[in-house]
């Protein structure tokens, strides 16, 4: 299997020296195509490497070329990443808020959505030709009114804005993909209640929810 796995050796050209210090500055600021692209190499470098060469957390840390790295992916910054194996959900883990530099927290959840999603198998060996990801890294949270359904609803950006709902004691979020599942758009919210297993019938108590938006980065393994 023909891999390049030196996800690193990509033109000088690519870097930049931006020296802003403010990391909500940094996050207001979409993507760089060079962060896309090193984006893109992570997830590659380290599912090859986690399928092939039984790599750690710590390995893929230190395998990483940190002169690589600008200030868009040093900036702490929340992020899912998502695995497909032949157009198939194969694995979907992340977080919400941001307790690493961007580039460690996809490194760890490429980690998570490859060989620990509850749901699946790990990703094996065999599969890889056929699989493909996308991260979403998800924008600064913001509040919304959480009361009841409507009240919700009119805050939202349809097909544009992801949803977190908390109670204090349970947490449910959706990303703003999964708008496309639902022919209606109260089941985006009746769907998020369920899957944090609140009862459909009685709007929860002390319910909180918080809105965000996500830029995608897609890509495959073997391509």
């Known amino acids: 299997m023909e891999v390049n796995t030196m996800w690193w050796a990509m033109p000088a050209l690519l870097y930049d020296n931006n020296t802003v ?6 996050n207001a600021v979409p993507l760089t195509a060079q962060s896309k692209y090193i984006i ?16 750690s957390i710590d390995d893929l840390f230190d395998a990483v070329d940190k002169k690589c790295l600008n200030n868009q992916l040093l900036a702490h910054r929340a992020v899912f990443v998502s695995m497909f194996c032949n157009n198939q959900l194969r694995g979907c883990i992340g977080e919400t808020d941001a307790y690493e530099p961007l580039w ?3 490194i760890r959840f490429c980690m998570h959505s490859t060989r620990s999603d509850p749901r699946f198998d790990a990703l094996e060996a065999d599969e890889l030709a056929n699989t493909h990801f996308t991260v979403s890294v998800l924008s600064d949270l913001k509040q919304v009114v959480a009361i009841n359904q409507q009240t919700l609803l009119t805050q939202l950006q349809v097909g544009i804005d992801g949803l977190v709902l908390d109670d204090g004691k349970k947490r449910a979020v959706f990303l703003p ?6 022919k209606h758009e109260q089941d985006f919210i009746t769907e998020l209640l369920k899957k944090g297993e609140w009862q459909a ?7 909180t929810g918080e809105r ?3 830029e995608t980065v897609t890509g495959s393994i073997l391509s």
């Open 21 to 26: 210090e403010d990391a909500a500055l940094i």
């Open 40 to 55: 893109k190499h992570l997830v590659i470098y380290s599912t090859v490497k986690l399928v092939l060469d039984a790599y």
């Open 104 to 106: 460690q927290n996809i």
């Open 177 to 182: 993909c999964v708008w496309s599942h639902f």
């Open 201 to 207: 019938t009685k709007w929860p108590q002390h319910l």
């Open 212 to 214: 965000f938006t996500v």
